[in-house]
């Protein structure tokens, strides 16, 4: 499949500037960024973007959760050829995670401004709020909001771990927007972003055709059991919530490794109460993180942790009360749009493969409402949500220009006659 612009390319210094000057906001040692969704320093990186993108002339939306939709109209109305991802980032977040998908979709967009192409259908450029989900759970928030998955009062109502609210902190940062939620389907979805993993690398392939992201189950424990003496209290006496938090630790841990394939388990948070060396712990927060590609697997991984979470209470004596952060079912992308990607990465002389995601991503959300993929390009070393993310240059360029063409494909998918 071909586009009708086949020899345009992006401009790769530009793309390159602006995620140096995007990352420059929060900056944080090794080089990352640090903006965690609804903070201070995530309204300064919406700023900066919303500039670029109003120095476009582009219309300019914001909806009830934050989401920023930023459109350049085509030669007939309908739905936008849409791209994006998210610009919050993790506490440890690299230069590249969403922000990549964002501003090579400004790129796209400037590109067409700049040879004067006039496509047929809109095309869009957004961010999503909050996709990492770090500091507000679930992850992909924005996104699930935009597509209807969950109520904008729901959302808006939503705790963050450090106590904030999601509706006040969009007022606070001024991201509360007056565009409805859920928002307007695309004609089709496609997002750029480095892998975060190390197939790419590895394989020694410059770019991922995505065919999926696999299921996600986040899970937040609470362990109640009774702070005492570290030195009197005999061991068949206690009622440890440390020891508790830990058995859960090794257990998810040795569930991954027995299920093999494509199973992980990560305990990512975990506080201790009263947190001090001569006392028992009282209380212990942890939080659970499941993923498979297989429904029917990552149930079964579920099931088996919710049994052993239940015997080691009485084996401890310990009250463990479980509640759901975030569970999403396994996503697969429109077939069409997949070849559309491989094939665009083939005509542009990159080596391509398909693949699935392991990371959460806007675009499993965008899925439920319109035809969806992603491209993906590698990571060095297979790092991410860590400041030492790196993608080389010359393969942040290459996702860009198959972005470009791929979207130019979904825009118009055969070449006119006349022309
Ligand atoms: C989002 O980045 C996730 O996959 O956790
Ligand atoms: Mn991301
Ligand atoms: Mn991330």
């Given at each position: 499949m071909t586009s009708r612009f086949p020899d345009l390319r992006i401009d790769g210094d530009r793309l390159l500037r602006r995620i140096d000057d995007l990352a420059a906001i929060g900056p944080i040692d090794g080089g990352g960024s640090?903006?965690?969704?609804?903070?201070?320093?995530?309204?300064?990186?919406?700023?900066?973007?919303?500039t670029w993108m109003r120095d476009l002339g582009l219309d300019i939306r914001i909806d009830g959760i934050g989401n920023v939709v930023a459109t350049r109209p085509g030669r007939t109305g309908g739905?936008?050829?849409?791209?994006?991802?998210?610009?919050?980032?993790?506490?440890?977040?690299?230069?590249?995670?969403?922000n990549l998908?964002?501003?090579a979709g400004l790129e796209v967009i400037e590109t067409l401004v700049g040879a004067g192409i006039e496509t047929e259908h809109p095309v869009a450029v957004g961010f999503f709020t909050d996709e990492e989900g770090s500091r507000f759970a679930p992850d992909m928030l924005g996104s699930l909001v935009y597509v209807g998955g969950v109520a904008l009062e729901e959302a808006?109502?939503?705790?963050?771990?450090?106590?904030?609210?999601?509706?006040?902190?969009?007022?606070?940062?001024?991201?509360?927007?007056?565009?409805?939620?859920?928002?307007?389907?695309p004609r089709a979805y496609v997002e750029l972003h480095i892998e975060q993993g190390p197939v790419l690398e590895?394989?020694?392939?410059?770019?991922?055709?995505?065919?999926?992201?696999?299921?996600?189950?986040?899970?937040?424990?609470?362990?109640?059991?009774?702070?005492?003496?570290?030195?009197?209290?005999p061991m068949d006496l206690r009622h440890d919530a440390g020891?508790?938090?830990?058995?859960?630790?090794?257990?998810?841990?040795?569930?991954?490794?027995?299920?093999?394939?494509?199973?992980v388990a990560t305990v990512g948070r975990l506080d201790l109460h009263p947190d001090l060396v001569n006392v028992i712990a009282g209380t212990a927060t942890l939080t659970v993180d499941l993923r498979n590609t297989d429904e029917s697997l990552l149930r079964g991984a579920e099931a088996d942790l919710a049994a052993f979470v239940a015997d080691l209470a009485i084996a401890e004596g310990?009250?463990?009360?479980?509640?759901?952060?975030?569970?999403?079912?396994?996503?697969?992308f429109d077939a069409g749009v997949v070849d559309t990607v491989f094939e665009t990465a083939e005509r542009l002389g990159h080596s391509v493969s398909r693949m699935p995601s392991g990371a959460g991503h806007d675009a499993q959300m965008l899925a439920r409402v319109c035809p969806t993929g992603m491209v993906f390009v590698p990571s060095r070393d297979g790092i991410s949500h860590n400041p030492a993310e790196h993608t080389?240059?010359?393969?942040?360029?290459?996702?860009?220009?198959?972005?470009?063409?791929?979207?130019?494909?979904?825009?118009y998918p055969e070449p006119r006659e006349a022309e």
């Amino acid at each position: 499949m071909t586009s009708r612009f086949p020899d345009l390319r992006i401009d790769g210094d530009r793309l390159l500037r602006r995620i140096d000057d995007l990352a420059a906001i929060g900056p944080i040692d090794g080089g990352g960024s640090c903006r965690l969704a609804l903070t201070d320093d995530d309204r300064a990186g919406r700023d900066l973007v919303v500039t670029w993108m109003r120095d476009l002339g582009l219309d300019i939306r914001i909806d009830g959760i934050g989401n920023v939709v930023a459109t350049r109209p085509g030669r007939t109305g309908g739905p936008p050829v849409m791209t994006g991802s998210h610009i919050d980032t993790v506490r440890t977040g690299g230069r590249y995670d969403g922000n990549l998908g964002v501003l090579a979709g400004l790129e796209v967009i400037e590109t067409l401004v700049g040879a004067g192409i006039e496509t047929e259908h809109p095309v869009a450029v957004g961010f999503f709020t909050d996709e990492e989900g770090s500091r507000f759970a679930p992850d992909m928030l924005g996104s699930l909001v935009y597509v209807g998955g969950v109520a904008l009062e729901e959302a808006l109502d939503i705790v963050g771990i450090d106590g904030a609210v999601v509706g006040d902190e969009l007022e606070r940062i001024g991201y509360r927007g007056i565009h409805p939620c859920p928002g307007p389907a695309p004609r089709a979805y496609v997002e750029l972003h480095i892998e975060q993993g190390p197939v790419l690398e590895a394989d020694g392939v410059t770019i991922g055709a995505v065919t999926g992201v696999q299921g996600i189950s986040w899970t937040a424990y609470t362990v109640d059991g009774q702070a005492n003496h570290a030195g009197t209290t005999p061991m068949d006496l206690r009622h440890d919530a440390g020891y508790a938090a830990a058995a859960i630790v090794t257990h998810v841990r040795d569930l991954a490794v027995r299920m093999g394939g494509r199973q992980v388990a990560t305990v990512g948070r975990l506080d201790l109460h009263p947190d001090l060396v001569n006392v028992i712990a009282g209380t212990a927060t942890l939080t659970v993180d499941l993923r498979n590609t297989d429904e029917s697997l990552l149930r079964g991984a579920e099931a088996d942790l919710a049994a052993f979470v239940a015997d080691l209470a009485i084996a401890e004596g310990v009250r463990i009360d479980g509640h759901s952060l975030a569970r999403f079912e396994p996503v697969e992308f429109d077939a069409g749009v997949v070849d559309t990607v491989f094939e665009t990465a083939e005509r542009l002389g990159h080596s391509v493969s398909r693949m699935p995601s392991g990371a959460g991503h806007d675009a499993q959300m965008l899925a439920r409402v319109c035809p969806t993929g992603m491209v993906f390009v590698p990571s060095r070393d297979g790092i991410s949500h860590n400041p030492a993310e790196h993608t080389d240059p010359a393969d942040l360029v290459a996702g860009a220009d198959v972005l470009l063409q791929t979207m130019l494909s979904l825009d118009y998918p055969e070449p006119r006659e006349a022309e």
